[in-house]
Each structure stands twice: as C-alpha cells, then as structure tokens.
C-alpha cells in the first residue's frame, strides 16, 4: 500500500486543539463513513482512531486546550480509508514504540502505570502507517481497510 504523501485528496478539516473540539472531529468522521458507505465496524475503528490522537494531542503535544491547529484529512478508495492527521506539538513519533510490545502488558494490572496504549491500538487498527516530521509538523499517514 503507498500512502500518498499528502492529503490533497479527499476530505480535510481543521480544529483548534480543544478537547471540546473532539465531538466535531468524531462526527467528521461518522459523516464521512456515512458518505462513503464505511461500515459501522471499519466508522467506529476510524473514529477511536482520531479520538486516540486527537486526545493525546491536546493533552500530551500542546499540554491542554490552545488554539494550535489539529487537521484531518480522510479519502476512501478500494475499501479502505486514508487518515492523514497533523499537528504542529513537539515532535513525537507514535509509531516509534509499536515494533515492541510494551513492558506494562506483562505486569499485572494493578501495577501497570496509566496510559501508553492508546499508541499500541492505533497500531494495532491501522493496517499501515507512516510518520515524518515536516515543516515543523508532525504528520501521520494511516491506512485502514474498510472491507474484507
């Protein structure tokens, strides 16, 4: 699968990075799904899929609500969906710790620390995914099949 290099086609919409601004971010994507006749299993993966990000960005990138910009861009072709996401936080590479499994799946649960594997689902819905750092952006390419 080549992940085109830019999100030129397909849908895009941008959002200040607010957590109040998920709700808009997930119906983005549910409108999107309904248009293109994405099936609910393939919307909701698409939709956990931003809310995962979209959350980390805000409260781990920007450290809280800002006004800094989140964009999204979505096309559909051949069942599956391209998610091209971007932000311009710190430079983070999410897919930098997925070739490993992390060492808090091997502890019991009560011991394990919070958080870390919103990153290891995503990894885990996406069937692939590229990562840059690019004019001060962080820019993730994902790819998910919307049919078998």
């Known amino acids: 699968m080549t992940i085109p290099p830019s999100p030129a086609a397909g849908e895009q919409r941008a959002y200040a990075a607010r957590l109040a601004a998920l709700s808009d971010a997930a119906a983005f994507a549910q409108d999107f799904s309904a248009r293109h006749g994405i099936g609910h299993r393939s919307a909701s993966r698409l939709s956990l899929i931003i809310e995962e990000l979209f959350t980390n960005t805000v409260r781990h990138g920007y450290r809280g609500d800002c006004d800094r910009p989140i964009r999204i861009a979505l096309a559909a072709a051949r069942g599956a969906v391209t998610l091209f996401y971007e932000d311009e936080a710190p430079r983070y590479d999410p897919l930098a710790g997925l070739a490993a499994k992390p060492a808090s799946l091997a502890t019991p649960i009560e011991s394990r620390p919070v958080g870390g ?5 995503v990894g885990v819905l996406a069937q692939s995914a590229r990562y840059a750092h690019e004019d001060g952006c962080n ?3 994902l790819e998910l099949r919307t049919a078998a």
């Open 139 to 141: 820019r993730l390419w």
């Open 117 to 121: 594997l919103g990153v290891v689902l």
